[in-house]
């Protein structure tokens, strides 16, 4: 995209005034000076009014003050903004209106905003129709991609914050892959995925349930899981956005509350009480585990140690020894009783000695061989009573330590809450510490929910993919079924093939844009520190000398470097896709984008300006400047014969700001 003119009527400062762009492809760099009040932030917004119809002002009315104070009622009067600009090789003029009027109570009343795009292509002149310019908007540079190529001081140094501490990783993930040319490859994926609105998930609702009841049943199934699939997966993107603002918010409260002496010392008391009191509640886990193992191993030799000793007792007074008759078996015995003959010829009648002594015999042969059976258990009761003899004296000692460490933790608690008291009665921390236990709390239920959220995908999964199974086994056996699972596999192997080449894609560009970003950072900053990128496109500062020192504390300067590298990086590489041979790029080919920045200069000191004014004109493919006077001599004389126009500010009073 290259913006050619920017004009303006009635809006704001502004009431007729007209810029026009360098687009020399050498001197491609626009300055506009002026001081501090004169305009520039608003001149920098008409891109975004026109676009978008919205501004980051606080009072959202457009109209030039003079000419609403000179409004009477029943007349009217316009505020507009013509932006041209050539995008994808066709011209474009957008012109975006507002018209204001005032009643008879002197309220100043304003219409809806209302927008047109006139386009040119090879000398073919048209209007686009009111249902195609918002499309066409979005095509030429969407919303969410505008502010990485619009923007001021203070919102680059908000930006580097944020990617930084991943805050916004997602949007910034989704802006870098959009302009690095992965888009297609997301929309493409997107229209095939399994889901409800994807190609594969169409082919879940095209069974013929004619042919089996239950296939009708199983699909119902299989949507009633992929509906639960993506309500979780957008919760946890939900949650993954949520708890590092909490994260951020709360470290940011917690630095508040240690800048005030007092507060500082109740919360390092508080942090040292939270710190005792978990090591005393993990101390308690191990004796409590230590109890219940040795409970469950000796309880039951424990409570049977009475019936053990007696047992003893008892077989004491017994003579079990040398009763055993060898290689003779009680059913010998049986044989001998039913036949009513001893061996040696004696009869076995009821009732008389010879019988009675007989019987006695089976108390002593096997199965019971009791004498053996005897002596075992009297040796195994015996291990049993002494293994569990001191179970009673050691589960004792290890309650009472868990005793005394439920006192401790209830102690800390006290202690804790004693100490949040104080804190929150502390007038100037009070707020701060309020907000922190609230942040505290998010993360831990977020944390909560979200390992919750992910144990039930897992189950989901597998419930979907067991119904999915035996839905298939029935859908293959009829043959317009059969298509239907040809085609889904078809539209399968299509998303899972487009899928592996995007992920080859976007880690090589990854790759490359962490290559190309430490370039300019190492240019522009020209300090001992480096940057990483991972696979969500946070960014991490590290000192080259020190890798293990990831992610350190960064200066104002520095955090704007890394914004400046960062949006200068993006920019490098969709210009170069255009231009590059190598077919992986040609295939991320995007289109170039202009920078519009206004007054990014201001915090960096004289060496570090002049390195942002030597890398900005080769890097982007146009360069407009909105600066202020001491900051744009300093850009004239850095960027030099880079600078194609030159426009200066000039307030004529508070209420009106005219371009030279």
């Not at 003893?312 to 079990?320: A, N, S």
């Not at 008759?325 to 000695?353: A, N, W, Y």
């Amino acid at each position: 995209m290259l913006l050619k003119s920017l004009k303006l009527s009635n809006f704001r400062q502004f009431k007729d005034e007209e810029i026009y762009f360098s687009t020399d492809s050498y001197k491609n760099v626009t300055i506009i000076i002026g001081e501090n009040g004169t305009g520039k932030t608003t001149f920098s917004q008409a891109f975004f009014w026109c676009l978008y119809g919205d501004v980051d002002f606080k009072d959202k009315s457009m109209l030039n003050k003079i000419v609403a104070s000179e409004l009477v009622p029943d007349k009217s009067a316009t505020v507009k903004v013509v932006l041209s600009l050539i995008h994808a090789g066709i011209e474009y003029e957008i012109t975006t209106e507002q018209v204001y009027t005032i009643n008879y109570s002197g309220k100043l009343k304003n219409s809806n905003i209302t927008r047109a795009i006139q386009c040119k292509k090879k000398g073919q002149q048209d209007f686009l129709k009111p249902l195609e310019i918002e499309p066409r908007i979005k095509e030429i540079l969407p919303k969410e991609l505008s502010k990485y190529f619009f923007f001021d001081g203070e919102r680059i140094e908000k930006m580097s914050k944020e990617i930084q501490s991943g805050r916004k990783s997602y949007e910034f993930a989704e802006a870098v892959r959009g302009i690095l040319g992965l888009s297609a490859f997301i929309s493409a994926l997107e229209h095939l995925k399994p889901t409800s609105k994807g190609v594969i998930g169409s082919y879940e609702n095209s069974y013929d349930a004619k042919s089996n009841t239950n296939i009708a049943r199983y699909t119902a199934d299989i949507e009633k899981y992929q509906i639960q699939l993506e309500k979780i997966e957008d919760r946890i993107k939900e949650i993954e956005d949520e708890i590092p603002k909490s994260q951020d918010r709360k470290k940011e409260l917690e630095k508040i509350i240690q800048q005030y002496a007092k507060g500082e010392q109740l919360q390092k008391q508080k942090n040292d009480l939270i710190r005792k009191r978990s090591s005393t509640i993990n101390s308690k886990k191990l004796t409590t585990d230590k109890l219940l193992k040795e409970f469950n191993d000796k309880s039951s030799s424990y409570f049977a140690r009475s019936m053990i000793k007696k047992s003893l007792e008892i077989l004491k007074q017994g003579d079990f020894t040398n009763k055993d008759i060898p290689e003779m078996h009680s059913k010998t015995i049986d044989f001998l009783i039913k036949k009513g003959t001893c061996l040696c010829g004696t009869p076995l009648d009821v009732g008389s000695e010879e019988y009675n002594n007989i019987l006695k015999l089976l108390q002593y042969l096997p199965p019971q061989s009791i004498g053996i059976t005897v002596g075992q258990f009297i040796k195994e009761s015996q291990m049993r009573a002494k293994t569990s003899g001191d179970l009673f004296e050691s589960n004792s000692s290890m309650l009472s330590i868990i005793e005394e460490q439920n006192d401790t933790i209830g102690g800390y608690d006290d202690e804790i809450a004693l100490v949040e008291k104080n804190l929150v009665g502390i007038k100037s921390v009070a707020p701060f510490q309020r907000e922190l236990q609230i942040c505290e709390k998010i993360i831990r239920d977020r944390s909560r929910e979200k390992d919750g959220l992910i144990e039930q995908r897992g189950s989901i999964r597998t419930k979907k993919e067991r119904v999915n199974t035996e839905r298939q086994a029935l859908t293959l056996r009829d043959e317009t079924n059969k298509k239907v699972e040809i085609y889904k596999a078809y539209a399968q192997y299509m998303y899972d093939g487009l899928e592996k080449v995007y992920k080859e894609n976007e880690t090589f560009t990854r790759k490359k844009l962490e290559d190309t970003i430490n370039d300019i950072f190492k240019g522009i900053y020209q300090g001992g520190l480096s940057l990483t990128i991972d696979e969500n496109y946070n960014i991490s500062v590290l000192v080259d000398d020190y890798e293990q020192f990831s992610n350190v504390e960064t200066s104002t300067a520095q955090s704007i470097s890394v914004i400046f590298a960062f949006i200068s990086g993006i920019i490098k590489m969709a210009r170069e896709s255009n231009t590059s041979k190598d077919e992986r790029a040609k295939m991320l080919a995007s289109e170039p984008y202009p920078l519009v920045m206004d007054a990014p200069l201001s915090a960096f000191d004289k060496r570090r300006i002049k390195s942002v004014c030597k890398a900005l004109p080769n890097i982007a493919e146009q360069v407009i400047i909105f600066i202020k006077d001491t900051d744009g001599e300093l850009a004239k004389e850095y960027m030099g014969e880079k600078v194609g126009k030159q426009y200066r500010f000039d307030k004529l009073n508070e209420f009106e700001t005219v371009l030279k």
